[in-house]
């Protein structure tokens, strides 16, 4: 069994589960190519048995065949099967300002158009209806768990979980009056009022969101380390984002973003540090000192002329990193595919070294590294026996991605979003032939139309 351990199924507890329709049927699928990210490398003419919503056994296809010949079975012949994308770091909802003000720097992008525009429109059916959009991109392009940052954190959850998509949603804590809370002590009650709520739900996770260095005060940082450790959650924050934010902190705090972080003692392994572009040597060693994971985002930082996180450093030193798109306003796609190319080649062109961050790496950072980073690696980013069935199957038999050596290299160096033909979550078939099986994607893009022009006669108003 090539290393894959075999698990146990409870098959008379589980009959009668799947008469009550809570959890999906058995099936066994059949790729030309396994690539289980754990073990690393790929397996051909393997199969992966699902059961109950979760991975039961791994092995030769025969084998698997042979020994459960009642089970449904899907032939993926020209397709390599892999676990679904983690996308770190999203502010899903702002999906409906993607394209709003493009090639701007960043606190113009920022003062002049997203703050106004969310000042006049972020609202609960706002927060909805971007996130369907959000999730719709994302299933559809192979991306299944994803790690949000935003306004009405619940709204974003009840979404996700109607749709079938696992998230982790954060509750932004910010000094500023916005139109979810009034200050960052309004933000921290809202987050405990809600913590209890969202609990339950099999594929939502939730996690602290202070928003950045620059936009919360030691206080209420302090704080929301406190509440976060006592839930035993994560922490989410921008941090390094631009030159311009450290140059701001030296001022302002008399020490750089990560120092006055370690100082208020908020950084271990259960914080997520977002963007981390403008990093010296000193803080390198508290990346390493402390354990924090890092989420990066290649194509926001490039598009808005952030910088170049220097990643091959954090990874050399056993940082555990995620590969995040950020938000579609600044992005402007979801595009995980894409995000873990472009990380893979920047890896590259930035230390003058192709052996830096190999496909293989890329990969990893953009599955199992992204569950690391914000705490769902018991459940997925990787295909095991045990873990939730959160899988893809990506058609290489295209002229683009033909003829295949490896096909580890074919997907992060050649295969487009368009290939990802079947989407699963916890077991569940989200997309099949390249559909969404659950909703009607032209309604979605009906009504985001119908936002775009309402907030597009405001834009610029001030």
């Known amino acids: ?30 790729p030309r190519w396994l690539v289980p990210v754990r073990p690393r490398g790929s397996f051909e003419n393997h199969a992966l048995l699902v059961l109950g919503g979760r991975i039961a056994a791994l092995g030769p296809r025969e084998e698997l065949l042979a020994r459960h010949p009642e089970v449904e079975r899907i032939w993926l012949d020209t397709h390599v099967l892999l676990p679904g994308f983690v996308n770190s770091h999203t502010h899903a909802a702002m999906s409906l300002l993607r394209g709003l003000a493009d090639d701007q720097p960043l606190m113009a992008w920022l003062q002049q158009h997203i703050w106004p525009a969310e000042s006049r429109f972020v609202h609960p059916d706002f927060v909805r209806m971007g996130t369907r959009l959000a ?5 559809a392009g192979g991306t299944t768990c994803f790690n949000d940052m935003y306004f009405f954190p619940s709204e974003t959850a009840q979404v996700a979980a109607e749709m079938g998509m696992r998230v982790s949603v954060g509750h932004v804590v910010i000094d500023f009056p916005n139109t979810y809370t009034k200050s960052a002590e309004d933000a921290l009650r809202k987050a405990q009022a809600h913590l209890a709520g969202l609990r339950g739900s099999p ?12 936009t919360v005060s030691d206080g209420a940082l302090q704080e929301t380390a406190a509440l976060a450790r006592q839930e035993g959650l994560f922490m989410h924050m921008h941090v390094h984002e631009t030159s311009q934010e450290i140059a701001g902190a030296l001022e302002r705090d008399g020490c750089r973003p990560l120092q006055r972080l370690a100082r208020l003692g908020l950084l271990d392994s259960r914080f997520l540090a977002v963007h981390m572009t403008h990093l010296d040597a000193s803080d390198l060693a508290i990346c390493a000192e402390t354990g924090i994971r890092v989420a990066h985002c290649p194509e926001s930082n490039l598009k808005l002329g952030s910088g170049i996180s220097p990643v091959s450093s954090l990874h050399r030193q056993g940082q555990k990193i995620g590969i995040g798109t950020d938000g579609a306003a600044s992005n402007n796609d979801l595009d995980m595919l894409g995000e873990l190319r472009t990380a893979a080649l920047l890896a590259k062109g930035r230390d003058q070294d192709p052996t830096a961050l190999p496909a293989v790496d890329a990969l990893e950072m953009a599955t199992l590294g992204g569950a690391m980073a914000c705490g769902w690696e018991a459940e997925t980013g990787s295909l095991e026996t045990g873990k939730a069935a959160d899988c893809i199957a990506i058609d ?58 309402r907030i597009a006669e405001r834009d610029g108003e001030g």
């Open 203 to 214: 594929l939502v996770k939730q996690g602290m969101a202070p928003h950045a260095p620059y």
């Open 135 to 139: 999730i719709a991109e994302m299933l």
């Open 396 to 453: 290489l038999d295209r002229p683009a991605t033909s003829p295949v050596y490896d096909p580890v290299s074919q997907v992060v160096y050649c295969a487009g979003r368009d290939q990802v033909s079947h989407v699963w979550v916890a077991g569940r078939l989200r997309v099949s032939g390249g559909r969404a099986l659950d909703w009607e994607d032209r309604e979605i893009v009906v009504q985001a139309r119908e936002w775009a022009r």
């Open 1 to 30: 069994m090539l290393g894959f351990p075999g698990v146990l199924l409870w098959r008379a507890e589980l009959s009668s589960v799947f008469l009550r329709g809570t959890i999906p049927p058995p099936v066994l699928l059949l």
